[in-house]
Structures are given as C-alpha cells and as structure tokens.
C-alpha cells in the first residue's frame, strides 16, 4: 500500500515538473491563482510557497539563472602531459 503512496508522489511532482517546463505562463498564472486562494484562506506558508518566483533575464522557461549574482569564473581546464 505505501508503494503506491510513493509512486502517485513521484508521478503527481514529475507532472508537476513538466507542467511548468511546458507552459510556463500557465504555470505562473495558475500558481498565482492558488497562492492568492491560499493567502485568502489565511494559509500564509503555503502561499508564500506556491507563489512563484519573479522571472529575471529572457523570461524563463529555458534553464538561465534568475539571480543577480554573476556566474562564477570557470577553470580553464589544462591537458595532462605526461612526460
């Protein structure tokens, strides 16, 4: 029985997932929608969880970063010689 309280679990995130992946706007829309719901219930942890996260860059979606800190200097990496 637990074993399928863990699958619907990992199925319902996974869902969750590819739902923002492939509809971002609709995601921010819908997360908005249930965090205000939420903040009108006066369940305020909840709200401030699901209420998304404000878009920096090329609008999101694609992966890049949204914080403002610059992206750490990578090491150059150098062949082995070996002699």
Known sequence: MIEYLIIAVLVI???LVV???VFPKTAT???MAL???CEQ????????YLKPKMVAGCGGGCGCSTEDKPAPKTQ???PVKWH
């Open 13 to 15: 995130w996974s869902a």
């Open 19 to 21: 739902f923002k992946k």
């Open 76 to 78: 150059e990496i150098k």
């Open 35 to 37: 965090s205000e719901r």
């Open 29 to 31: 829309r819908t997360f």
């Open 41 to 48: 219930q006066g369940w305020h942890a909840l709200a401030k």
